[in-house]
């Protein structure tokens, strides 16, 4: 597609339940990022991938919190046993990483708005 | 860990020129500095970006000082669709990775 793609753009789910939010980057782009956004708040690094591996994860919160990306394409971002402060909209981001000049261009698809209930 | 620095919020008028003021103590030699603007309920979206100097385009002109420590991000004649946050974003110098942190961002009120 012409643009980050997520999925879905809203979730529901009740405490304890395990969820999964999908993004598919921009054809080409090594490096995909997650991020978290509460209500009224700045961004929250979790997780980066350079390609299928993830050289930083110092972001997640806890261990309940996983993501996988495959193919050098498509992530999933996976919430165990979600509690109530999990709830948020969580954004990724791809681009076009490479060696030189870091440009910091992230293109960032529009979220998954999670409300645990 | 590369920290950037910038005020919580402005109000501005309509047709007035807004400067947001971001300090980056950290910046990386090879790192161009970024600018995103959010709209509530959308994911942030590039503005502008520079390496020294200044930069100009369409949107929005970024002043950045010879020693890089700090950029201005300049809104020319701004308006209320203006009103969204404004980031300057870093990276962490000392991981070796692309690890892009957003700092808290300024939250311009553009009032009519």
Same mark, same amino acid.
């Given at each position: 597609g012409a643009g980050v793609s997520q999925s879905p753009s809203n979730k529901v789910t009740e405490k304890g339940k395990d969820v999964e939010l999908r993004c598919d980057p921009i054809s080409g782009h090594t490096a995909l990022y997650w991020y978290r956004q509460s209500l009224g708040q700045g961004l929250e690094f979790l997780i980066y991938f350079q390609g299928n591996s993830?050289?930083?994860?110092? =972001?997640?919160?806890?261990?309940r919190f996983s993501a996988e990306r495959t193919g050098g394409s498509v992530s999933t971002l996976t919430i165990q046993?979600?509690?109530?402060?999990?709830?948020a909209v969580y954004l990724c981001a791809s681009s076009s990483s490479g060696t030189g000049?870091?440009? =910091?261009e992230l293109f960032f698809g529009e979220g998954s708005r999670l409300t645990v209930l | 860990l590369a920290k950037t620095t910038q005020p919580i919020s402005m109000d501005s008028y309509e047709g007035q020129e807004v400067n947001i003021t971001c300090s980056h103590?950290?910046?990386?030699?090879n790192d161009y500095i970024t600018w995103y603007q959010q709209f509530p309920s959308q994911g942030p979206r590039f503005i502008i970006q520079g390496y020294k100097t200044k930069v100009t385009n369409e949107v929005a002109s970024l002043f950045i000082p010879a020693d890089r420590k700090s950029s201005t991000l300049s809104l020319p004649?701004?308006?209320?669709?203006?009103?969204a946050v404004y980031y300057c974003l870093g990276r962490?110098?000392?991981?070796?990775?692309?690890k892009y942190i957003f700092g808290t961002g300024t939250r311009l009120k553009v009032l009519a």
């Open positions: 993830a050289p930083d994860k110092s =972001g997640l919160p806890s261990d046993r979600t509690q109530q402060e999990d709830s000049l870091n440009t =910091g | 103590n950290n910046i990386a030699t004649r701004v308006s209320l669709s203006d009103t962490d110098p000392t991981s070796g990775t692309y």
